[in-house]
């Protein structure tokens, strides 16, 4: 979730701010996420098509790490810029999730989080509202788009293990090759234009340590 401003004739620029929180969180993991979500949807120097004219959309990401956040912050949060994520070892399920296409809340499982793994770009998408694509085969079309999930099948160079046949333990793509595309950035639901508006919307639900379900 963030806002989105019109800052010339030709470039919309798109702010969000991520703000950390739970016992595996801290300073140093909270910049890489932030670095991996403004500099992997920045790479294909993706356009926005606005009344039959492209424009070019640019993001910029900042990020805090708030160790004595408590649930009524992220409950009486107003502000569209903010995104929070719980950060801990252990998740339920065993995988970093949002709380729905187009929010500003999640968890994220620290293990996920590992320098290049694409997690956060990928989550980050759900917060913008783009979902998994239905066809889950990408054999045959090159590296997969960062929307793809764990799972889906790609050419071998792509899997955890190349020399896997696909579809088996390891033959499935390993996120580290996931890329944001331009087609990513003009899937984003950008219809109209005002002095600045809000892609997403407020979840604001504050997640409590799964510890307990261990």
Known sequence: MGTVELISANTLLFRAHIITYGAAADAVLTERIRTEIEAM??????????????????FSITADWQPDLQPEDIM?????????????????????FVDALGCNTGFFK???????????????????????????????????GIMYPRGTLVDPAFQ??????????????????????????????ISKLQNDFVIGALSNVWHDDHSRFA
């Not at 499935?172 to 003009?186: C, G, I, S």
């Open 41 to 58: 949807w920045n790479a294909p120097e993706g356009r926005i098509l606005h009344n039959l004219k492209p424009l070019r959309l640019n």
């Open 76 to 96: 009486q949060n107003t502000n569209p810029l903010n995104n929070y994520f719980r950060i801990e070892e252990f998740v339920n399920g065993n995988i970093s």
């Open 110 to 144: 620290k293990d996920n989080l590992y320098e290049g793994s694409t997690t956060a770009a990928h989550e980050f998408g759900h917060t913008l509202g783009l979902a998994h694509p239905t066809d889950l085969d990408f054999r045959g079309k090159g590296i997969p």
């Open 160 to 189: 955890y293990d190349p020399s896997v046949p696909a579809g088996q333990n390891g033959g499935t793509m390993h996120p580290m090759y996931r890329k944001v595309r331009a087609e990513d950035v003009a899937m984003l639901q």
